[in-house]
C-alpha cells in the first residue's frame, strides 16, 4: 500500500496567517490527491481533488499544488472557520486507499 | 442532493456482533461503489471496506478481515457492514462514503455524518 506522510502533525496559527501543510507520498501518485477538512464531531468535506481541483463551494482561500510524491495545501488567510483537522488521500493506487495521519490547525 | 445517513452503531461487548446500515439518496446507488472509512476517538482516517456497484467485488483492510462482512441491497439504497468478534480496537466512528470519478480513479466526495461504535464491557 501507499505510504502518505503529512507534516506538520498540529500548527498554531493566528486569523490572516498564510498555513501551509505538505503530503508525501511513498511512491508517485501523479496528481490523484484529495484534501478533506473535518471538524470535531464532523464528518470530513471534500476541499480539494486532483491535488489542485478546487471542490464546488470551497472558498478560493484554499489551494492546492504538487505532482508525483509532493503536495501542499494552503490556506492563504486563515479564517476562523478554517481552524479544523485537514488530511490528505492518494487514489492512485487502491485499494486500499490511503489517508495521511491528518493536521490539526489550531489558534494560537 | 447526496445524502448519506448511517445507522445501527452503540456499545457491544467484546466478540459481540453489530450491522451498521447507510441509507443513501440524491444520486443513482446502484451505479457507484461504495465504501466504508473508520475513525477511532482523537485518530485519524482508516480506510475499511468496499463493494462494487453490483456486490460482486468486495475488499477488506486487513484489520476487518474474516470478521466483516460489506454488503448491499440496491433496490433498498442501501449500504451494510456487518461485524462480528468486535475488539475494543474497533471502537470508532464508522463512515459511509461516496466515491466520484477523476479520470481512470475514485475519490471520496460524500461522508455520512458517522455512527459510533464501542466495543467494551
Known amino acids: 500500500a501507499i505510504r502518505i506522510t503529512q507534516s506538520p502533525s498540529s500548527l498554531s496559527a493566528s486569523t490572516g496567517d498564510r498555513v501551509t501543510i505538505t503530503c508525501r507520498a511513498s511512491?508517485?501518485?501523479?496528481?490523484?490527491l484529495a484534501w478533506y477538512q473535518q471538524k470535531p464531531g464532523k464528518a470530513p468535506k471534500l476541499l480539494i481533488y486532483?491535488?489542485?481541483t478546487l471542490q464546488s463551494g470551497v472558498p478560493s482561500r484554499f489551494s492546492g499544488s504538487g505532482s508525483g510524491t509532493d503536495f501542499t495545501l494552503t490556506i492563504s488567510c486563515l479564517q476562523s472557520e478554517d481552524f479544523a483537522t485537514y488530511y490528505c488521500?492518494?487514489?492512485?493506487?487502491?485499494?486500499?486507499?490511503?489517508f495521511g495521519q491528518g493536521t490539526k490547525v489550531e489558534i494560537k | 442532493e447526496v445524502q448519506l445517513v448511517e445507522s445501527g452503531g452503540g456499545l457491544v461487548q467484546p466478540g459481540g456482533s453489530l450491522r451498521l446500515s447507510c441509507s443513501a439518496s440524491?444520486?443513482?446507488?446502484?451505479?457507484?461503489?461504495m465504501h466504508w472509512v473508520r475513525q477511532a476517538p482523537g485518530k485519524g482516517l482508516e480506510y475499511v471496506s468496499a463493494i462494487s456497484s453490483n456486490g460482486g467485488s468486495t475488499y477488506y483492510a486487513d484489520s476487518v478481515k474474516g470478521r466483516f462482512t460489506i454488503s448491499r441491497d440496491n433496490s433498498k439504497n442501501t449500504l451494510y457492514l456487518q461485524m462480528s468478534s468486535l475488539r475494543a480496537e474497533d471502537t470508532a466512528v464508522y463512515y459511509c462514503v461516496k466515491p466520484r470519478r477523476y479520470s481512470s480513479s475514485w475519490y471520496f466526495d460524500y461522508w455520512g455524518q458517522g455512527t459510533l461504535v464501542t466495543v467494551s464491557s
Open positions: 440524491g444520486f443513482t446507488f446502484s451505479s457507484y461503489a
Open positions: 486532483a491535488a489542485s
Open positions: 511512491q508517485g501518485i501523479s496528481s490523484y
Open positions: 488521500q492518494q487514489y492512485y493506487s487502491y485499494p486500499p486507499w490511503t
